[in-house]
C-alpha cells in the first residue's frame, strides 16, 4: 500500500449552537460590537462576535495551552492543531 503524505482531513464544518446569556453579557456584547463598528469601521451582528472571541480566549489561556500540549503528549493519535492548518 502506497503512503501517503497526507492524514486525515479535519472535519472543519461549522456548528450551530443555542445558548442563553444573561442579559448583562448580551448588553456587553451588543456594546462591544458597537465600539467595533466605530473603531474598526466593522458592522457585525453581536452573535458573530462570539466564535472569535472565544477562539482569542481559548488561544490566550496559558493553562488550557498546557493542558492541552499534555494531553496530545500523552494520546499517540491525536488530533492535528487546528492553529497550525
Same mark, same amino acid.
Given at each position: 500500500?502506497?503512503?501517503?503524505?497526507?492524514?486525515?482531513? /479535519?472535519?472543519?464544518? /461549522?456548528?450551530?449552537?443555542?445558548?442563553?446569556?444573561?442579559?448583562?453579557?448580551?448588553?456587553?456584547?451588543?456594546?462591544?460590537?458597537?465600539?467595533?463598528?466605530?473603531?474598526?469601521?466593522?458592522?457585525?451582528? !453581536?452573535?458573530?462576535?462570539?466564535? !472569535?472571541?472565544?477562539?482569542?480566549?481559548?488561544?490566550?489561556?496559558?493553562?488550557?495551552?498546557?493542558?492541552?500540549?499534555?494531553?496530545?503528549?500523552?494520546? /499517540?493519535?491525536?488530533? /492535528?492543531?487546528?492553529?497550525?492548518?
Amino acid at each position: 500500500m502506497t503512503k501517503l503524505k497526507l492524514s486525515a482531513i /479535519p472535519d472543519d464544518t /461549522p456548528v450551530k449552537l443555542n445558548i442563553e446569556l444573561p442579559a448583562n453579557v448580551h448588553r456587553d456584547l451588543v456594546a462591544y460590537a458597537d465600539v467595533l463598528a466605530r473603531e474598526a469601521g466593522q458592522k457585525n451582528e !453581536p452573535a458573530k462576535l462570539i466564535a !472569535p472571541m472565544l477562539a482569542r480566549f481559548m488561544a490566550t489561556d496559558r493553562g488550557f495551552a498546557k493542558l492541552r500540549k499534555e494531553h496530545r503528549s500523552a494520546s /499517540p493519535r491525536s488530533e /492535528p492543531n487546528s492553529e497550525t492548518a
